[in-house]
């Protein structure tokens, strides 16, 4: 199989854990799976018109937001969704991901985020009410959800870095698809979506790349590369 090609969407930074977690966490599953993989750090500036994202086999939207122009991070999500091309989330993604659903899903008239409209009366994307900066928690995945099959179980153990999730107002939006929670923490808060029907698009609060920085590859991130890669050779013309 070719070499697959990889946006990552997002506002590249060094000093950021989960940035330097994330090509570690694409080295190890790309090894597992006999994969070759190219990322390629997409600047929400340079979006939605960037050459790259169109030509890009899976699409990763990372952690650190506020990012520089959400509007290029939702039209990235929102070609994912709408095309099928295999989706990530973590953590910014995450909540940009639910922002797109909103908007697209929900026809939410200019649904917000709490961190970049402060004063917003009924953001989507609300504070949380424990802030979760650098604490690891229990996740408890739904059986039979891709999430739960990447991992083989039903319980995981996960990092985060964030202070907003989804507002508990907004959960209902999800019981009925094609957007449903998937994971939730020990008291029932959303911590991961899915999308119905869709090859792979799977968005979580918490930050599995890290698992990479302990040297352990992410189960979550194998079973994305894994789709990239069904995809691709289901695209690919059958050589007589």
């Known amino acids: 199989m070719r070499e ?3 946006a990552l969407i997002g506002d590249y930074d060094p000093a950021v854990i989960a940035h330097q977690a994330i090509p570690q966490a694409l080295a190890l599953a790309a090894r597992d799976s006999g994969l070759s993989v190219t990322p390629h ?3 929400t500036t340079k979006l939605p018109g960037s050459g790259l994202l169109g030509t890009s086999d899976g699409i990763w939207c990372v952690p650190a937001s506020p990012y520089a122009n959400a509007s290029g991070a939702l039209a990235a999500i929102r070609l994912a969704r709408e095309t099928g091309v295999p989706f990530l989330g973590t953590c910014g993604g995450f909540q940009h991901a639910v922002l797109e659903a909103a908007a697209s899903l929900w026809r939410l008239d200019s649904p917000s985020h709490a961190e970049d409209d402060p004063d917003a009366p009924d953001p989507v994307v609300a504070p949380l009410a424990c802030s979760l900066v650098e604490v690891s928690d229990e996740v408890r995945l739904a059986p039979g959800s891709r999430i739960s099959s990447a991992y083989g179980r039903t319980v995981a153990e ?4 964030c202070r907003y999730g989804l507002n508990p107002r907004y959960v209902s939006r999800l019981a009925d698809g094609p957007l449903r929670a998937t994971a939730w923490d ?4 959303v911590r991961a979506v899915e999308l119905d029907e869709h090859p792979f698009f799977v968005a979580t609060l918490f930050q599995p790349e ?5 040297g352990r590859t992410p189960p979550l991130v194998t079973a994305f590369l894994d789709a990239i890669r069904s995809r691709v050779a289901a695209m690919e013309p059958v050589t007589p």
Request: glycine fraction near 6%; avoid cysteine; charge should be neutral.
């Open 158 to 161: 996960e990092q985060y870095h």
């Open 186 to 189: 020990r008291a029932g808060e």
């Open 210 to 214: 890290r698992a990479a920085l302990q």
């Open 41 to 43: 750090w997409i600047h």
């Open 4 to 6: 697959l090609q990889l």
